[in-house]
T-cell receptor, first 113, second 116 residues
Framework: AQTVTQSQPEMSVQEAETVTLSCTYDTSESDYYLFWYKQPPSRQMILVIRQEAYKQQNATENRFSVNFQKAAKSFSLKISDSQLGDAAMYFCAYRSFNNDMRFGAGTRLTVKP | GAGVSQSPSNKVTEKGKDVELRCDPISGHTALYWYRQRLGQGLEFLIYFQGNSAPDKSGLPSDRFSAERTGESVSTLTIQRTQQEDSAVYLC??????????????FGPGTRLTVT
């Protein structure tokens, strides 16, 4: 079974600075999808960014970008120009081609004003 | 349009009682997932339904847990003879496709279950 590992239980960043959240995964598949979700205190899960494994180009969404290293099975999230509203739990997720979905344990991000 | 809804938002029950949690997915979404999230932890996959195929129940932790889905609409997660370790937030998500594609999962607000 696929596993997703987030090795940083907590991270902190100064407002307007850049922070990178780490994620690694284990799989024997070649086709899959990777996601970063944000969960603020409201508990509502929000999709931040997604990456198809067959695409070499790293996905970007405004201030959010990923560093996808397929050979290393690494999928880190970079948040640029951090804002107070970015404070939340961030979950890395792996989705196999047949819809099997696995989440990491999460990283709690604190943004300091 | 309306998002994924779940009810109740909070449920407190006594140990040993049965509980039923409900999820209303987004209309037209063929795939539906249930997850459990213990306090301060990540999401634990429980079960998913995809169209008319047999559900993937591989994540259900014990035979006290079961789930049903009526066609491509409402799903209920039932926990029988609840135990204190069942206390968690139960999240439901739906997505647009059966398999393949990077369609995102849309999550409901969750049901917080407390077993006393």
């Amino acid at each position: 079974a696929q596993t997703v590992t987030q090795s940083q239980p907590e991270m902190s960043v100064q407002e307007a600075e850049t922070v990178t959240l780490s994620c690694t995964y284990d799989t024997s598949e070649s086709d899959y999808y990777l996601f970063w979700y944000k969960q603020p205190p409201s508990r509502q899960m929000i999709l931040v960014i997604r990456q198809e494994a067959y695409k070499q180009q790293n996905a970007t969404e405004n201030r959010f970008s990923v560093n996808f290293q397929k050979a290393a099975k690494s999928f880190s999230l970079k948040i640029s120009d951090s804002q107070l509203g970015d404070a939340a739990m961030y979950f890395c997720a792996y989705r196999s081609f047949n819809n099997d979905m696995r989440f990491g344990a999460g990283t709690r991000l604190t943004v300091k004003p | 349009g309306a998002g994924v809804s779940q009810s109740p938002s909070n449920k407190v029950t006594e140990k040993g009682k049965d509980v039923e949690l409900r999820c209303d997915p987004i209309s037209g979404h063929t795939a539906l997932y249930w997850y459990r999230q213990r306090l301060g932890q990540g999401l634990e996959f429980l079960i998913y339904f995809q169209g008319n195929s047999a559900p993937d129940k591989s994540g259900l932790p014990s035979d006290r847990f079961s789930a049903e889905r009526t066609g491509e609409s409402v799903s209920t997660l039932t926990i029988q003879r609840t135990q204190q370790e069942d206390s968690a937030v139960y999240l439901c998500a739906s997505s647009q496709r059966l398999a393949g594609g990077s369609y995102e999962q849309y999550f409901g607000p969750g049901t917080r279950l407390t077993v006393t």
